[in-house]
């Protein structure tokens, strides 16, 4: 998959796989070729689309229910897109989104346990066809990343989930890795920060070609 056309990029991760330093390395991979992406996340991306994000990482005690959850994410994710990231890729933009759609197949399909054709179908009325050109999915066990993860600032909605839960939505990442091996790479991400940089690094250069 060689690619001269601005890509739309996604970056996926379990809890605690490093996600932030990750999309910091892959900015600054581009912009040493004289690229500045747009970066950008899910849920969230524009003003509105961010509202709905923290409507749905605040901690409350009236229970979400899966499907309300799903739904949001999918209002965040139209509005993204129309109003972001095609907007910004027909302008000739690389787009960098930490996180995009794999992550609703993952945590509201495998580990809320919504079933994976509604998923699509909902997916498929939302976004037509539309899809990252590649995605780089960060994994690490659940045990690490949780390690890792507490370490940080208080918890939100989903990071307050149990271990059950993150170890459904590694499978989930995993099973969509297995269905789109040429769109989903697959990175380790166990190892110390220079190791996980140079295997991103590797696959950026196997799968992106800015010449
Ligand atoms: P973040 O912590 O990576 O910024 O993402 C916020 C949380 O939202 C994270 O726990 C994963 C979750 N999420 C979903 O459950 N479904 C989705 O479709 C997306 C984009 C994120």
New binding site residues.
Partial sequence: MKNKKPMFISLEGSEGAG?STSLRFIKSWFEDKGINPVMT???GGTPFAEEIREL??ATRSEKVTSDT?LLL?YASRVQHCQHYIIPELDKGNWVIS????D??FA??GTARGLDNDRITELDQWCLQDFKPDLTLFLDISVELGLKRARLRSTP?R??KEDVKFFEAVRCGYLLRAQNEPDRIKIIDASGSIEQVQAKIKSVLETYVDIK
């Fill in positions: 996600k996340r899910e849920p749905l990482l959850e994410m930490d996180r995009f759609n992550a609703s945590y509201q939100d989903f990071e």
